[in-house]
């Protein structure tokens, strides 16, 4: 991924006119990779990380789509990134669908 910006970035001259989008939204998307570690593993608040992951994953795809108008190798360099995603994703809806809170399961028991 960063190489891929970086390439985005010299093709493009540097951060100006031209650059503005695809660079703004790799940086968007590492704010939302930077910010899911702390919701899933310290906050524990699996949905929460599950919709950050998904608009995580939707940025990353306007972003090496972004790339495209740049630097084709860049775009080519964020495809791992994007499966990784979809793996990771999955993942967490998997965590989330099969670790209820402990208000979840306490409202289960007095039921």
Avoid: R
């Avoid at 972004?66 to 994703?89: D, E, I, Q, R």
């Amino acid at each position: 991924m960063g190489y891929a910006s970086y390439l985005v970035w010299e093709d493009c001259g540097g951060f100006n006119e031209s650059s503005v989008l695809p660079l703004s939204l790799y940086g968007g998307q590492l704010l939302l990779n930077w910010a899911w570690t702390p919701i899933f593993f310290g906050m524990k608040d699996f949905k929460l990380a599950f919709i950050n992951i998904s608009v995580l994953s939707g940025m990353a795809v306007a972003t090496t789509i972004a790339f495209v108008h740049c630097n084709k190798t860049a775009a080519a360099l964020m495809l791992p990134y994007l499966g990784w995603l979809a793996y990771a994703s999955a993942l967490n809806y998997y965590v989330w669908k099969n670790n209820p809170k402990i208000e979840e399961i306490t409202d289960d028991k007095d039921k």
